[in-house]
């Protein structure tokens, strides 16, 4: 013998991997055939200290309450953003927050964007900056690809990792010969 060839590849085409093998691997890889979903906010914030005084908390609160009551008559809420918001930032641009995901906003903010439905603004929500006034733009449910559309991939995946396995196997008793 002057050499041998030893292939993963080679090793294991000649058997088609089992439904509940392909099932299996469907669901163990089910992040790499699911796109995430996706919410797009806008906030109006009303600042509040966070030593504000009773009477202070509650002048911030009605004048949430009386933007959050123009917004639910159909007033835009772009403007009611550039013209009433404290957070300098996001004001200019209607309130925008952008896309919103998981652990950027604070979390009594964060709760309130993925309980709204599109269009749909939200009760006031006090956060450590104040009142926010919250209204979700864009909502894109997560997605899964079908196992039948993946199955083709699927397959390969599976006859890959089954020929590695047996190339380990066949590797290790041949270097025992």
Do not use: C, M, W
Not at 45 to 64: F, G, P, R, T, V
């Amino acid at each position: 013998v002057e050499y041998l060839r030893l292939s993963a590849g080679d090793l294991n085409q000649n058997q088609p991997p089992t439904e509940e093998e392909l099932k299996k691997a469907y669901s163990e890889e089910a992040a790499r055939y699911t796109v995430p979903e996706k919410r797009r906010a806008s906030h109006i914030l009303i600042s509040l200290a966070a030593e504000a005084s009773e009477n202070q908390a509650k002048e911030a609160l009605a004048k949430i309450q009386d933007i959050a009551k123009q917004a639910r008559a159909g007033a835009d809420f772009a403007g009611l953003a550039k013209k009433h918001s404290a957070d300098s930032v996001t004001a200019s641009q209607g309130g925008d927050l952008g896309e919103i995901r998981r652990g950027v906003l604070p979390k009594e903010l964060e709760d309130t964007v993925y309980t709204l439905k599109s269009s749909e603004v939200s009760q006031p929500v006090r956060s450590t900056y104040g009142y926010h006034l919250v209204k979700l733009t864009a909502h894109t449910p997560e997605k899964r690809k079908a196992f039948a559309d993946v199955r083709k991939e699927l397959v390969e995946s599976v006859r890959r990792r089954h020929g590695e396995e047996r190339f380990f196997d066949v590797a290790e008793k041949f270097r025992n010969l």
